[in-house]
């Protein structure tokens, strides 16, 4: 499946693994740029000597090309700009804010640029500030997230600029990766559906929330602070709704206090109490483990199959 982005990023699938913090480390970028997709490597706040190793780590597995993930809101995203020119990444996407400041020095270095973005003025500003693409993240994503949906972001993005545009946010299977491209997508970002993967390396009571979740297992958390994210309604998620809910000055210092490292508690410890394990609303879709490899290509695969076929479902 040859599009803009496939050639851009020299990838044989138009498939990107979503950067998740804590948990998009070398293993899991690796395998994902081993079978054919674009690995990233989620920098979230880590140190950058951590994340410098974590890259190499990544390169001794495999030689195709890899991401890097600024997380923008990080004390760390101007040690981390500088550590992808020197450690040669040949794919940025950036979240949770404007890169705009870094993007000639990108650009500079021979890097590809993909700012995540979750409205058409972001999107916008991002191509004439020199970004290769544009990942449109809709609010069925995990984490960190914007107010709309994929549905509607997508095609409004694909309207507004004449790079290509990636879809993420709520897609898990060949059907949504289809219909990302119906929207005028040329690639896909996933998260979640790699969350459930032999190369995910995060606590089993994490892949086991994972596979058990339903439908309207996720809530968004966070939105009285101006950080909406999307994770699986657990204790802790449960606890932050009404420390919101009651929104005095002292519960909402309560909800900082509480949910800082909440995440690095889901993740390797798997404390369900306090941890905060992020997820998108697709969860639902996912039953079983799967290899990268086995992920990237039954999605392309599927997506591919029903592209070629639709017009007989009207004939
Ligand atoms: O960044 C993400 N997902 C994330 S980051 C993260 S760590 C975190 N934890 C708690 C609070 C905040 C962050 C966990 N998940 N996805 C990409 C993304 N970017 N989604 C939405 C955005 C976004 C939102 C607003 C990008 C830019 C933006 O506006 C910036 C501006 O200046 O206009």
Known sequence: MKTRITELLGIEYPIVQGAMAWV???HL?????????????????????YIRSEIRKAREITD???????????????????????????????????????????????????PVVASVALAKRMARAGADAIIAEGME????????????????????????VIAAGGIADG????????????????????LATNECYISDKYKELVLKATDIST???????????????????RKCLELEK?????????????????????VQDGNYEEGTFMSGQIAGMLA?????????????????????NAYKRFE
């Not at 990302?180 to 979640?192: D, I, P, S």
């Not at 002292?250 to 690095?264: F, K, V």
């Open 175 to 194: 059907r949504g990766m289809a219909a990302a491209f119906m929207l005028g997508a040329e690639g896909v970002q996933c998260g979640t559906v790699f």
């Open 64 to 114: 195709k090309p890899l991401g890097l993930n600024i997380m923008l809101l990080s004390p760390n995203a101007d040690d981390l700009a500088q550590l992808a020119i020197d450690e040669k990444i040949e794919v940025l996407t950036t979240g949770a804010g404007n890169p705009g400041k870094y993007i000639a020095n990108w650009k500079a270095a021979g890097i590809k640029v993909m």
């Open 246 to 266: 009651i929104g005095t000055e002292q519960s909402l210092e309560e909800l900082e206090a509480a949910t800082a490292g909440s995440l690095r508690k889901a």
């Open 29 to 49: 970028a690796a395998a994902v740029s081993k079978a054919g997709g674009l690995g990233i490597i989620a920098g979230g706040s880590a140190p950058a000597d």
């Open 288 to 308: 079983e483990l799967r290899s990268c490899e086995t992920v990237v290509q039954s999605m392309t695969i599927q997506a591919e199959e029903l592209l070629k």
């Open 219 to 237: 809530v968004v958390t966070g939105r009285p602070s101006g950080h909406p994210v999307r994770s699986l309604k657990t204790p802790m998620a």
């Open 141 to 164: 994503g995990g984490g960190h997230i914007g107010e709309l949906t994929t549905m509607s972001l997508v095609p409004q993005v694909v309207d507004a600029v004449d790079i290509p």
């Open 24 to 26: 998009a480390e070398h």
